[in-house]
């Protein structure tokens, strides 16, 4: 079940809403709990015991950790281990297969036939979810919860279930028994929904249609490669961030807290401070599970540069079982690296400059992330900076409409900051005009999915 689909908006949430704040606050979570089974089974009723397994996994696994015993670092490697198995299993095993077939036939083993294993919906997220449960426990950062329906609840909540933010359990720990839902907050919560909702639909949706289009052309030209390349690249942020918004507005109606996932990351001014914007949950728990773990910055130059490149290997490759997302991490990574060799160098560009520097990588980034191999990133890379075939085709004359170039300003203004953090305070202190806006942003998001069929859902290559 999509957030941006009618039966949600419309049926499932409304109800859960509504009975959430009736029940007595000692029920609440076992009707989240169950909610949230529901609303996985929606989409994915077949691996619904995935998820229940790894609810029991490390439900079982912290209260071992909580007990008094010498043998906490090995009960934590093994959850963690098993944690990882199961992600495994399902994400990587026909990747690796595939990849060792030529092998296997090189020294005779008798080929077989590589398995269909399909993905369940969001078991990256859970599952990070999971290890930090344990890692917490482990460090003393969080007390193990005796409550399986409470921990279940935690780890299968719908709002950050299948798309994020991941949500650290030591962050809502007093929320999960102890927390209060008014009329306020939930006003708030679905304000938010509304507007992430707008982000999802109205923006990245059209854009991800010219993206499809322009690269599914067979004779893709240099200005339709652009064209191709920025929308997807704004089309995925929406996408991320529309997603992230509406789950943050249905947790605080819900009485929760979940983090800011994005903020402005196309403004950012190197790639580190990119990655201190574009999807924060999984950045900061990447530095605080491996980064850190790993030694950080703390035992020399060498070694930094290493666990930067590590951090960023595993970052691509949590995205999906392809060498396009490896090529990505690194990609990224690379120039981390190379930030943190030149830094406190010299030179000083102007911010526009640094701006443009950013884009530009990311962009490239984005091209090589979305294709669904390298020889395919690589034909589109050289489109775009081929200057031979610049001709207007009529296919970018097609998609750049009219309608197009209001969404790219709609989009490009969404990305600016000091526009949105302005109207964010004129409607703050206006909540007439706020209402307005999110019933608008909820009208045409409607209109939208009511006159198309196009509505595509990125997580499920994660």
């Known amino acids: 079940m999509l957030f941006s689909s009618l039966v949600f908006i419309f049926l499932f949430l409304p109800f859960v809403l509504l009975l959430h704040s009736l029940l007595r606050e000692s029920w609440r979570n076992s009707f989240l709990f169950f909610a949230s089974l529901f609303f996985y089974a929606w989409g994915e009723p077949s691996f619904l015991f995935v998820l229940i397994v790894s609810i029991c996994l490390n439900y079982g696994t912290g209260l071992l950790l909580a007990a008094p015993n010498h043998c906490r670092k090995a009960v934590l490697t093994c959850g963690i281990l098993v944690n990882l198995l199961l992600l495994f299993y399902f994400k990587y095993t026909v990747f690796f297969l595939d990849a060792l077939m030529p ?15 399909w993905l369940p919906i969001g078991i990256s ?66 304000r938010l929904f509304c507007i992430g909702l707008a982000q999802k639909v109205i923006i990245a949706n059209p854009l991800g249609k010219v993206a499809d289009l322009a690269f599914s052309t067979p004779d893709l030209s240099m200005p339709l490669a652009w064209l191709g390349a920025s929308a997807y690249m704004l089309q995925i942020y929406y996408d991320f961030a529309g997603y992230s918004t509406m789950a943050i507005g249905i947790g605080k109606a819900l009485g929760f807290q979940f983090p800011e996932n994005f903020n402005f990351p196309y403004f950012a001014t190197s790639m580190s ?9 999984l950045s900061s728990w990447f530095r605080d599970y491996l980064y850190i773990p790993l030694g950080g910055n703390r035992k020399g130059h060498g070694k930094t540069l290493r666990n ?4 960023f290997c595993a970052t691509g490759f949590w995205h999906g079982a392809n060498w396009t997302f490896l090529v990505w991490g690194l990609w990224h990574g690379m120039f981390l690296v190379l930030e943190r060799m030149f830094r406190g160098k010299p030179l000083k560009f102007p911010s526009f400059v640094r701006h443009f520097y950013v884009i530009i990588a990311v962009l490239i980034g984005w091209v090589v992330f979305r294709c669904e191999n390298m020889r395919e990133a690589w034909a589109c890379i050289e489109t775009l900076f081929n200057f031979t075939h610049p001709a207007l085709s009529p296919l970018f004359l097609e998609l750049f409409n009219n309608f197009t170039i209001f969404i790219y300003i709609c989009a490009i203004i969404g990305c600016l900051p000091p526009i949105m953090l302005r109207m964010e305070t004129v409607f703050l202190r206006h909540d007439m005009f706020y209402d307005c806006a999110a019933l608008l942003c909820l009208l045409f998001s409607v209109v939208f999915l009511i006159n198309s069929d196009f509505n595509p859902f990125l997580y499920f290559r994660f």
């Open 103 to 117: 092998f296997f036939t090189k020294i005779g083993f008798v080929p077989f036939e590589i398995p269909k294993i």
């Open 308 to 311: 930067l490149v590590l951090v």
């Open 125 to 190: 997220f859970f599952t990070f979810q999971g290890i930090s449960y344990l890692v917490d426990i482990y460090r003393g950062e969080a007390v193990a919860q005796k409550n399986f329906i409470s921990l279940g609840m935690y780890i299968a909540l719908f709002p950050q279930l299948i798309a994020g933010p991941i949500v650290r359990y030591k962050s809502i720990e007093t929320r999960i028994n102890e927390r209060k839902v008014s009329t306020q907050a939930i006003r708030d919560g679905l």
């Open 273 to 281: 401070d990119f990655w201190r914007r574009w999807h924060i949950s």
